[in-house]
């Protein structure tokens, strides 16, 4: 049993995000390695929660970390692989919509002091329950997705992989909450009874925002996550 | 429909109840909200289904949304992320922008094309997906087939036209053919993206009709019925490897305009030399497993051809055995065989079932010689027996006998008569064994060779 990556028969794989690639190569390299990987995160997940082995906060914050920092590799590539299968305009190079946004999903931006100052349990919160909105949103989108583009296997394990990896980053900083002493939120259902009923093109801008906002997050998340190290960890 | 940042959510006057349900909805719980300019707009129609070369008129209306005044004017469209010619789009009112599309082309994508309503600034206010395209073709050339005699894979084809630009639905169904209701294949794609596979239920000695619907936005089509029995349609397998809905490895799936595709041919092949013979090949190979469980016993066919032509020889009449000899080959030359098998005689009935696929070619090399050899047909142990090696045979087998028996005067000149008379005669060349006269045998083959010395 170990704490920390790298060691024991789990092994992750630095996966390096080569701006100049096609983005037809990358889905497929992506889904590669995603396959070895998602049983390694669900080790990871499960690592923290051994019963009457204590974990150290250090431990536990640089595990998170490292995580997201993984994570962070791949996000802008399931974002670019969604807009993909979308069609022009979505599929074309350099294609953004800030405009578009979920009144569901709150954003990753916040002003930079506000944020600086943000306490250690506050600042956990609001990354896990940025995450476990993300998540519900995933699941949704790849509902959405195995009705629009059903014959796209790479995107629908992509959004499959991602939702597995939100929820693993929030088992691990519910680790973290737990060592600090803060209470762990009950799980909301963020998305009540919208989905239904949204025409396509409404389904597909809600499936580039999720991703693009999971994107943002991610980012948001190990910026976090340094602030905790630089504190806590020697 | 999409929601200003911060504003409320205000709606014009003239759209329809249905849309301002779905707008509270979406506003209550997630709406998808447009962060630049205060407009709320909506497209219609919402994701309409077009023939190609059909027309379509469509509207953006513009909504107030805050203090300021929403205005048709500066909106464009783009459809799939090409603005559209200024002369197609009018502006209908003060707050709706119209366009009039014609003789619309094939949608670009399966998830539908993307027209959308751009605010001035270039940002997205709403979009409709246009799914244009036909109704799909009617299904052909459907072909089944039983690994066991329990299940049914079916594979066909989708129409000659192939592309309907839509996403098209197939279904695989049957039923007996004189009563019953119609049942559903539940598993496709098991041999290529046009099949299915019926993994059990099914009755034997007693007619299918089989055929397939295809669905899509514009329509139905549905193929010709096929009707065939089970046992009709059995092939030859291995048996091993191929459980239901697993992929066997198979060629050819991808090409329209390939045979039905096959499976596992005999296993275990194998090529060899005949002694020192050079015009012989000798191929063993064993029968499927599933012979003795079904009672059906296989007949098998046998090809060859030299390493470097492309011409195959046939050998048919195998019949049941498991092994054939090759004769009338060419001395010192590689050549690739190949075997199949064929079912016949299921549970007693005279049908054949279907080929297999030819086995891995197998190659061997007959001996050198310079030795010209003819036809190809499976020969009964011997074979032409007046080349160099077979005397070379020949006389170590009559320097045995001498040894051996009591026939002293036995000689090369004793086999050459026997062949001479051979030739006249017209029996089968089976016989090998000169069995001279000898003084001490039983004096009954005398009439063997006429004007014997010994």
């Known amino acids: 049993m170990t704490n920390s990556l790298g060691q024991g028969s789990c092994r992750l794989k630095k996966w390096r995000l080569d701006p100049h690639r096609e983005i037809s190569d990358l889905p497929l390299t992506f889904f590669l390695v995603s396959q070895p990987v998602v049983p390694c995160l669900l080790s990871l997940l499960q690592a923290p929660f051994v019963l009457g082995a204590p974990v150290s906060l250090a431990d536990s914050i640089n595990q998170t970390y490292n995580l997201a920092l993984y994570m962070q590799k791949n996000t802008s590539v399931l974002v670019q692989t969604y807009l993909q299968y979308q069609g022009s305009p979505f599929s074309d190079p350099g294609f953004s919509a800030p405009e578009l946004q979920l009144s569901s999903l709150a954003p990753a931006a916040v002003p930079f002091t506000l944020w600086r100052g943000l306490g250690d349990g506050e600042r956990l919160l609001q990354v896990h329950r940025a995450f476990s909105a993300l998540a519900q949103h995933l699941q949704l989108v790849s509902d959405d997705q195995a009705d629009l583009n059903p014959g796209s296997s790479v995107l629908l394990s992509q959004l499959a992989a991602a939702r597995l990896r939100a929820q693993g980053l929030m088992g691990n900083i519910a680790s973290v909450m737990t060592v600090l002493g803060v209470s762990i939120p009950l799980e909301v259902d963020t998305l009540g009874s919208a989905p239904f009923g949204a025409s396509v093109f409404q389904r597909k801008c809600r499936g580039y925002v999720v991703t693009r906002e999971y994107e943002h997050w991610t980012d948001r998340a190990v910026q976090d996550l340094a602030v905790l190290k630089a504190k806590y960890v020697a | ?454």
Not at chain 2, 274 to 285: C, F, I, N, T, Y
Request: charged content about 20%.
């Open chain 2, 1 to 454: 429909m999409l929601r200003a940042a911060g504003g409320g959510l205000r709606l014009g006057a003239a759209l329809p109840t249905a849309r301002t349900m779905l707008a509270l909805a979406l506003l209550a719980f997630g709406a998808l909200r447009a962060g630049s300019g205060s407009y709320l707009a909506v497209i219609a129609p919402q994701d309409p289904t077009l023939l190609i070369g059909s027309s379509l008129h469509a509207t953006c209306s513009v909504s107030v949304s805050g203090g300021d005044t929403p205005t048709a004017e500066g909106l464009y469209w783009t459809l799939n992320g090409r603005r559209l010619a200024p002369e197609l789009s009018q502006v209908l009112n003060a707050t709706t922008l119209g366009l009039a599309l014609a003789n619309l082309n094939g949608s670009k994508q399966q998830s539908g094309d993307n027209l959308v309503c751009h605010a001035r600034d270039g940002s997205i206010l709403a979009g409709s997906c246009l799914y244009v395209g036909l109704p799909p073709e009617k299904p052909v050339n459907i072909s089944c087939w039983s690994k066991n005699m329990k299940d049914l894979t079916c594979r066909w084809f989708p129409g000659t036209q192939g592309e309907t630009f839509l996403h098209t639905n197939y279904t695989l169904k049957y039923k007996l053919r004189w009563y019953g209701q119609d049942n559903t294949c539940q598993e496709y794609h098991t041999v290529g993206p046009y099949s299915c596979h019926i993994p059990k239920d099914l009755a034997l000695f007693t007619p299918y009709e089989i055929w397939v619907e295809a669905t899509n936005r514009l329509g139905s089509a549905r193929s010709e019925v096929v009707t065939l029995d089970i046992l009709d349609v059995v092939q030859c397998s291995t048996g091993q490897g191929v459980a239901s809905g697993k992929r066997p490895s198979l060629k050819g799936i991808n090409s329209p305009n390939s045979s039905p595709v096959t499976t596992d041919p005999p296993p275990d092949v194998h090529v060899s030399r005949v002694g020192g013979l050079e015009d012989q090949l000798s191929v063993h190979w064993n029968s499927p497993p599933a012979l003795k469980d079904f009672l059906f016993q296989a007949k098998y066919q046998i090809r060859y051809r030299v390493e470097d032509s492309v011409e195959w020889k046939v050998v048919d009449d195998v019949s049941n055995q498991t092994s054939c000899r090759l004769a009338g080959l060419k001395p010192g030359t590689v050549y690739f065989v190949q075997v199949r098998c064929n079912p016949f005689g299921i549970y007693g009935s005279k049908k054949a079932g279907i080929w297999s696929e030819w086995s891995h070619p197998t190659a061997a090399s007959t001996p050198r010689s310079e030795r010209q050899g003819s036809s190809g047909a499976c020969e009964p142990r011997g074979g032409e027996p007046s080349s160099m090696p077979v005397r070379r045979e020949l006389k170590q087998f009559l320097g045995w006998l001498k040894k051996h028996s009591y026939c002293p005067n036995l000689s090369f000149r004793l086999y050459d008569q026997w062949r001479a008379w051979m030739q006249k005669s017209h029996k089968t060349r089976n016989q090998h064994r000169t069995r001279g006269s000898c003084p001490r045998a039983d004096g009954a083959r005398r009439e063997v060779l006429p004007g014997d010395k010994l």
